[in-house]
């Protein structure tokens, strides 16, 4: 027998413990007359701390607080932030910016009050892995007696106070508001991503990038403004050369001289706007209004109302340049195609530009090498091999038509930009259903289009349509299809980054009132007192006492949800997990659902709050959940799965809790719990 309850008690560390992903350290430093306060953490392998400069709406931010300013000591310009990356969070809808392996934070103080002991500050953040956790951490930097107010001694190490490892994340958006004046260190403008050491984006990103620049590349091909250059140039270089061998050498050349200058278009664009600006303007509103107009002033042009051209007198002279022979003339030849055909490959240009903007780094110029690579790889093939010249297709209306598509795909990526700013400032213009009923009424006149129902201005007559043009429409046709759920709360998790999120919607529950979203039970009637929609329509208490009656009442097992309204992988396991038929049907029938959110700011009521053997205030509703999680379960981890019975034992033996994990797992456990209930 006791060798069982050792075997339950190793079992139940293994799988329950707090968890301290991140280390930290300190110390101050001399910067002339002024101080540098200097903070290191190391991360472990595989976990992320998100920046001070994750927008609003999405995971936890990094906030500073600096408690014992006033007075004290004055801050120069904003926290400073080492290497970091950016990666878009189709959860939330935002590019997220965090650290991996080590985090590194510089703030600079002026010291104004030569007595100050020690400058106290607290980092509020946010730690991810397959679960996450929220932590607190203060930090009491020493300050020698013998300062003086023009010479700031350099202290190697700083004395770290406590630390406090709580649940999931804070809401960013209303911790801002409770910030003081003094303490509004937190609430960082995007402007400050402007001081911060370059972050560039994650490999996957760049990758992505470049195959979809690569494409857009082959796409700008078949354009009338290029496609018809391809045998004229491949023609030039074949006959006015002296050899085949040098004809291909030519061509070879012009198009590398094609990628370069596409390259160059690129390096200037990070040039201009910096390498870390363009990803801190991508939530900025004005960055995403401007090119909501200029998406959409394309895609007009792509639709046939009028062609965006570049001044003639360009065109004029670089053709000028291009008959003088020699390496320069091929590179004039090649900047003569890119002016020549802007008014094709431009749109083009201009919308993988805003994207590669979007993710920051140099993003800008890993796409615009996908894009010329593609450009300028059948002038090159071609050069080698002219007898495929033969197998290309006439031009034709067809190439028009090629146009039209990507102008409507330019309309529906604009929109894109327009949700944006509308989440930004929390205006509810564009919320989820209006977004995808934009988005139904573009791809069904794309669809119309493509069976020849629609013309345009530059369209020629057609007594049929093609057999690929019928493929094609066929395809919007059904995504055309598949969006329309989406008006009553289906998940769309094939175009997740793009629309608002559920929870920003019209209605709580779509058009039909059957959508994923929560509702209050003020508004559902024939709720327990207490009681909720959640996720996917399960009803959901979000008060363990209230949960608990109910349960007893009905004779069910709970099922403990701890969780956080910033918490990813929650968001996640709700998603992909609790959306399964076999898992759905039993969280709505067969369990009680406790959702308790580790990171609810409300202030507990006076009498409620109350201090923890360590000394941890309980202040706030998310305070007293934590607690609950970490002296019950000896975890601080969201999110976090238990099956109890009425009195509050674990159901599954094996494995007490459960966190972020497959589906196929979770249906598993959750059976088992079920089955020792009854």
């Known amino acids: 027998m006791n060798v069982f309850f050792l075997f339950f008690f190793f079992a139940l560390a293994s799988n ?50 600096f408690k014992n ?128 050491i370059p972050a560039p984006a994650p490999s996957r990103s760049l990758w992505s990038i470049f195959f979809i620049a690569f494409l857009s590349g082959f796409a700008a091909l078949l354009t009338p403004c290029v496609f018809p250059m391809i045998p004229m140039t491949v023609s030039f270089f074949t006959k006015q050369s002296k050899s085949r061998a040098k004809g291909i050498r030519n061509a070879i050349i012009y198009g590398f ?50 062609e965006i051209m570049l001044p003639n007198s360009w065109a004029n002279k670089a053709d000028q340049q291009a008959d003088k022979g020699g390496l320069i003339g091929i590179l004039f030849m090649a900047l003569a195609l890119a002016i020549v055909s802007f008014s094709c ?57 090629v146009k039209v598509v990507l102008g409507f795909l330019e309309l529906a990526l604009a929109f894109k930009f327009l949700s944006n700013a509308d989440l930004v400032l929390q205006l509810h213009f564009l919320e989820r259903e209006v977004f995808i009923a934009i988005w139904i009424a573009i791809f069904a006149a794309l669809t119309l289009y493509l069976f020849g129902k629609i013309t345009l201005p530059h369209d020629s007559p057609m007594q049929h349509i093609s057999v690929g043009r019928l493929y094609l429409g066929l395809l919007t046709l059904v995504f055309t299809m598949y969006l329309i759920p989406g008006l009553w709360g289906a998940p769309l998790k094939l175009i997740s980054a793009f629309p608002p999120p559920p929870q920003y919607s019209e209605s709580p529950f779509g058009v039909g009132g059957s959508g994923n979203a929560t509702g209050s039970s003020e508004s559902i009637k024939g709720l327990p007192e207490g009681a909720e929609l959640g996720p996917h329509g399960i009803m959901v208490f979000h008060d363990y006492e209230d949960g608990l009656a109910y349960a007893k009442e009905i004779n069910k097992p709970i ?11 929650c968001r996640k396991m709700e998603n992909n997990v ?66 109890t019975d009425l009195q509050g034992n674990n159901m599954n033996t094996s494995k007490p809790t459960i966190s972020y994990v497959s589906a196929d797992e979770y249906l598993k456990w959750l059976k088992e719990g079920i089955s020792n209930f009854k």
């Not at 002991?117 to 932590?135: A, L």
């Not at 593609?374 to 006439?394: C, E, H, I, T, V």
């Open 16 to 65: 329950a413990q707090i968890l301290e992903p991140v280390k930290w350290t300190s110390k101050i430093e001399k910067k002339g007359n002024n101080a540098v306060l200097i903070f290191d953490g190391t991360i472990e392998k595989d976990w992320h701390m998100y920046s001070q400069f994750t927008p609003e709406g999405g995971p936890l931010a990094l906030e500073i607080s």
């Open 69 to 196: 300013q006033k007075g004290n000591y004055e801050l120069i310009g904003k926290a400073k932030e080492g290497k970091t990356r950016t990666a878009f969070n189709d959860v939330f809808g935002v590019n997220e910016t965090f650290f991996e392996g080590k985090a590194h934070i510089e703030q600079e103080i002026k010291i104004i009050n030569p007595n100050l002991k020690t400058v106290d500050v607290d980092f509020d953040f946010q730690v991810c892995k397959e679960v996450c956790i929220n932590s607190s951490k203060k930090f009491s930097i020493a300050v020698p007696s013998t300062f003086k107010i023009d010479e700031v001694p350099v202290v190697t190490e700083a004395k770290l106070d406590e630390t406090k490892t709580a649940g999931l994340a804070v809401d960013t958006v209303k911790k801002t508001a409770e910030v003081t004046k003094e303490d509004n260190v937190k609430t960082e403008t995007e402007a400050a991503a402007k001081e911060e």
């Open 257 to 306: 001289s094609i990628i370069a200058i596409y390259v160059i278009l690129g390096l200037i664009v990070t040039k201009i706007f910096g390498a870390d600006a363009l990803n801190a303007l991508s939530t900025d509103v004005w960055f995403n209004l401007i090119f909501f107009v200029i998406l959409i002033i394309f895609a007009t042009s792509f639709l046939g109302a009028f």
């Open 345 to 401: 490959t431009g749109p083009i240009v201009g919308t993988l530009l805003v994207e590669a903007a979007s993710n920051g780094g140099i993003a800008p110029v890993v796409g615009m090498l996908g894009f010329s690579s593609a450009l300028a790889l059948p002038f090159m093939l071609f050069a080698m091999f002219p007898g495929w010249l033969n197998s290309l297709p006439k031009s034709g209306g067809w190439l028009n038509t």
């Open 559 to 569: 099922m403990l949800d701890f969780t956080g309204y910033a918490c990813v992988n």
């Open 578 to 643: 609790w959306s399964e038929p076999t898992i759905l049907p039993i969280l709505k029938n067969d369990v009680v659902l406790i959702s308790l959110y580790v990171d609810d700011k409300r202030e507990l009521p006076k009498e409620e709050q109350f201090v923890t053997a360590s000394g941890d205030k309980i202040i706030t509703v998310g305070d007293k959940w934590t607690d609950f999680m970490i002296s019950k379960y000896k975890t601080n981890t969201q999110p976090l799965y238990v099956i």
